[in-house]
């Protein structure tokens, strides 16, 4: 977050959250579960939604989502190849979706006939933990490409999810990468949380990570 | 940037801004060139100050730098064992840092003897580019492992540096990346942008950066 006068601060995140609720109470009306995906640039959330996508239809879920990126909609039309409905919100210069940038997807997607809603944010680390968005569960995707002090140096994005993909296993060798270290830090971080190992490129860890979101 | 009122924008950046100017002066009093190093998460910012150091110090240079980061002082113990005084700056809760932090930083480091200060700023690719520090130029750091359209979704970050490295060519493959889109969109942003593909690994690239570096 940056540096803001503390009422303001206040104001803001009152009024994100207020949105945020009500985005949940939309969510719930139409039978919906919706999923956060956070996580740093390119640890594999728009892969999460590639794979997840099939296995979820296999066992007879209709999955839909919401495409989060500064600009451009790369993530976007990588989404609606799988052939699922998704809306492409752009933040222009916001480094994190927000309350009423997802409201405002909403507005546009058909919810009646789908299950799960995946909120796929900004790459980004710090400024998402700050932004509830309505979903019931926040999974952040990190991955072995980024250094195993990853998890160490982000502690508010552990304490804030409940599920962890450890993604691009790998590759861990190849860039040194301690990955029992990270589980450590995670375990440090967030005694309850759910990690999941993962190579997204193969699709292996979906059907475990299918089996905690139904759940 | 986060939604905060116009005025108070224009505010928070004009105060951090005469900062980042009274911080080149303090450069040039010590005969100092500095540089930022923006980048993602493990696009491989601590890797390159690693390696420079060495190649820097073989040329009669005599580095220093900043360890930005939310929390911790991983990169901040990596950099001094390569024998250069360094400073760890933790921003706390902030994406990025400021001009305010980078002269806290230099508060504590005696510059006399120094040539080069790299300032290694928190893995990010949307709010660095909002606050100018005070060095000449700005590096920004990308990794193949990020994914190919880490460019495109990001103007801002290339139109904002003047120097791209393009790291961990060794696993373009690997993630299926391609180098040759994000030298176009590079391009495209930044028709000036000097570009150089490394694996700081292995050291790869390091003597090119040096003569861009010293030149
Ligand atoms: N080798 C390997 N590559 C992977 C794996 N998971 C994802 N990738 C590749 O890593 C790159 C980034 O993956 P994405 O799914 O786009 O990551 P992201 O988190 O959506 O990225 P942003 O939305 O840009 O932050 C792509 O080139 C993927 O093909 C993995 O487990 N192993
Ligand atoms: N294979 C390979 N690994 C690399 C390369 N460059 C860096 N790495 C590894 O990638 C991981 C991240 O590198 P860092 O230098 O810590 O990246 P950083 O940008 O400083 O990371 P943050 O400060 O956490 O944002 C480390 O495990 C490095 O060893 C490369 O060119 N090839
Ligand atoms: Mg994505
Ligand atoms: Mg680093
Ligand atoms: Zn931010
Ligand atoms: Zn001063």
Same mark, same amino acid.
């Given at each position: 977050m940056h540096h803001v006068d503390v009422h303001m601060e206040a104001e803001i995140y009152g009024a994100n959250n207020r949105l945020a609720e009500h985005n949940a109470e939309h969510f719930k009306a139409h039978n919906v579960r919706a999923f956060d995906l956070l996580g740093a640039i390119g640890s594999g959330k728009t892969s999460l939604i590639e794979k997840l996508v099939p296995e979820l239809r296999s066992r007879g879920k209709v999955t839909a989502a919401i495409a989060g990126d500064v600009y451009g909609d790369d993530d976007f039309q990588r989404i609606i190849k799988t052939g699922i409905i998704a809306f492409n919100a752009n933040?222009?210069?916001?480094? #994190?979706?927000?309350? #009423?940038?997802? #409201?405002?997807?909403?507005?546009?997607?058909?919810? +009646?006939?789908?299950?799960?809603?995946? !909120?796929?944010?900004?790459?980004?680390?710090?400024?998402?933990?700050?932004?509830?968005?309505?979903?019931?569960? &926040? !999974?952040?995707?990190?991955?072995?490409?980024?250094?195993?002090?990853?998890?160490?140096? #982000?502690?508010?994005?552990? &304490? +804030?999810?409940?599920?962890? !993909?450890?993604?691009?296993?790998?590759?861990?060798?190849?860039?040194?990468?301690?990955?029992? &270290?990270? !589980?450590?830090?995670?375990?440090r971080y967030n005694p309850e949380m759910l990690i999941i190992k993962t190579n997204l490129k193969k699709g292996e860890g979906v059907k475990e990570i299918a089996d905690v979101i139904l759940a």
């Open positions: 933040t222009g210069k916001e480094c #994190h979706l927000d309350a #009423h940038l997802v #409201h405002h997807a909403l507005d546009h997607m058909d919810l +009646d006939d789908v299950d799960i809603v995946f !909120i796929e944010n900004v790459g980004n680390m710090v400024c998402p933990t700050d932004f509830k968005l309505g979903a019931e569960k &926040r !999974i952040v995707v990190i991955s072995t490409t980024e250094g195993d002090d990853v998890v160490n140096k #982000h502690p508010m994005m552990f &304490r +804030d999810c409940q599920i962890a !993909i450890i993604n691009k296993v790998d590759l861990a060798e190849a860039v040194g990468c301690n990955v029992e &270290r990270m !589980i450590q830090d995670i375990k």
